[in-house]
């Protein structure tokens, strides 16, 4: 089964408006963190946002907010007054910690992502 | 933010040859780096997982001597594709973290072979 879900294979939003890009997420894990970063057509991994999954409240960063809720294991991702420069793939990534030969460490794993178009 | 550079963001090479490419923290040092590749419309796949002085952790179906990853310093990680062949072409891409810290990417390599 599919670690994180994102059902959106592409969106399209307004210039000026609000859009939320989908993510679920399955995992047995108490302790988790939840990611979304943005990838430009340059394909560089830009960080946008966190959530833990013991933090009560929703993660806020600037334009960007998670919406949060643990019980239906989603973690969307909206982008407040959209901007032609957001048009971009969005990836939703959940980071748990992996045990193995006696060390471990925390690895990320990624949905397949949704490409969000900014229409003018 | 926490910077991480690659070397070099893209080469082309000949069937057969190998190819090394540079992942380095700049302004912070990672505990841990991870190698992931990325074909065209996919998402990222992690390859392995280094940590600085110790052997790396590779993926299920991941050739550890096809990929050869060398962490020797808390800010330098290196991956050598060996006798790359066409089908090795792909975006890769490199992070490092400290701890359970958020992992931070580079800019990504894009290899194609000839």
């Known amino acids: 089964a599919q670690k994180i879900t994102q059902t959106q294979p592409g969106m399209f939003v307004q210039e000026k408006e609000a859009v939320t890009l989908d993510c679920t997420y399955d995992?047995?894990?108490?302790?988790?963190?939840l990611f979304w970063y943005k990838q430009p057509s340059s394909g560089e991994m830009i960080f946008l946002i966190y959530?833990?999954?013991?933090?009560?409240q929703n993660a806020t960063e600037g334009r960007y907010s998670l919406n949060f809720q643990k019980a239906r294991k989603s973690a969307n991702l909206v982008i407040s007054a959209s901007q032609l420069g957001d048009s971009a793939m969005y990836f939703c990534?959940?980071?748990?910690?992996?045990?193995?030969?006696?060390?471990?460490?925390?690895?990320?794993?990624f949905g397949k992502g949704t490409k969000l178009s900014v229409i003018p | 933010g926490a910077v991480v550079s690659q070397h070099p963001s893209w080469v082309i090479c000949k069937s057969g040859t190998s190819v090394k490419i540079e992942c380095r923290s700049l302004?912070?040092?990672?505990?841990?780096m991870f190698w992931y590749r990325q074909f065209p419309k996919q998402s990222l796949m992690l390859m392995a997982t280094?940590?600085?002085?110790?052997?790396?952790?590779?993926e299920q179906g991941v050739e550890k001597d096809k990929f050869l990853i060398n962490h020797a310093s808390l800010t330098l990680s290196t991956l050598t594709v060996t006798s790359a062949h066409p089908e090795d072409s792909s975006f890769y891409i490199c992070?490092?973290?400290?701890?359970?810290?958020?992992?931070?990417f580079g800019p990504g390599t894009r290899l194609l072979v000839l």
């Open positions: 992070s490092a973290s400290l701890g359970q810290e958020t992992q931070y």
């Open positions: 995992t047995s894990d108490q302790s988790y963190g």
């Open positions: 959530q833990g999954s013991y933090d009560e």
């Open positions: 990534a959940m980071r748990e910690f992996y045990q193995y030969s006696g060390a471990g460490s925390y690895q990320l794993t």
């Open positions: 302004d912070f040092q990672a505990t841990t």
């Open positions: 280094s940590n600085e002085g110790s052997k790396a952790t590779y």
